[in-house]
């Protein structure tokens, strides 16, 4: 059973979480309307997985990830929120967020998500993996220079007819379980699909794999 901390200022955003997630078998270590309020909880109980909004009248999520970072390291971190601009991407994703969900994702997408960054695993709602992978293009060298080398190109012959199918699949955004319900093979088998794919390419980073992926 997982301790979810909920922080969000919308009061029946929170009240249906908590209603769906206590369903689920998840305790809720409970809920705070900014990253203030959210931290003095913290300081009375404990939390492995904290669901966070962004803009918030108080702390704002952004400021509330690094806190948690910095003083519970082990707390995952979920960002359920509406924006998905480049500025609230990369600095919560830099700031330590082990996933960015959108709000209109759904239950069963909170759900798994939560289950998948319990067990390891980052969780990215494809429209954000969409403009992670825009603005690494945009960003990425298309030379050696200053000393930084271009993300190599995959040795796509290297790869098996499923590796060239979950590829594929990687480049159109899509979650390991979306990628498994599509193929209709396990999550766990995505995930050993793409680790030999990390393996092949020399590239262990989901966004820059895609990137490469793309040419």
């Known amino acids: 059973m997982y301790k979810v901390l909920l922080v969000d200022d919308e009061t029946m955003l929170l009240d249906s979480l908590e209603i769906i997630l206590s369903m689920n078998g998840m305790e809720i270590a409970g809920k705070a309307h900014d990253g203030n309020e959210a931290l003095a909880l913290l300081e009375e109980t404990s939390c492995d997985i904290a669901l966070v909004d962004l803009n918030m009248k108080g702390m704002g999520g952004i400021e509330l990830i690094g806190h948690l970072k910095k003083r519970y390291p082990e707390t995952r971190v979920l960002v359920l929120t509406t924006f998905y601009d480049d500025a609230n991407i990369t600095d919560a994703i830099s700031g330590g967020a082990d996933g960015y969900l959108l709000k209109d994702s759904g239950k069963d997408a909170i ?105």
């Open 111 to 215: 759900l798994g998500a939560i289950r998948q960054i319990m067990g390891g695993v980052s969780v990215l709602d494809p429209k954000v993996m969409q403009r992670l992978m825009a603005l690494a293009v945009e960003g990425a060298p298309k030379q050696s220079r200053g000393g930084q080398e271009p993300v190599p190109t995959p040795a796509y012959g290297e790869f098996t007819e499923r590796e060239q199918e979950i590829a594929a699949l990687l480049v159109e955004g899509l979650t390991n379980r979306q990628i498994a319900d599509r193929l209709y093979i396990s999550e766990g088998t995505v995930k050993n699909y793409i680790s030999t794919i990390y393996d092949k390419t020399g590239i262990h980073d989901r966004v820059k794999l895609v990137v490469a992926l793309k040419g």
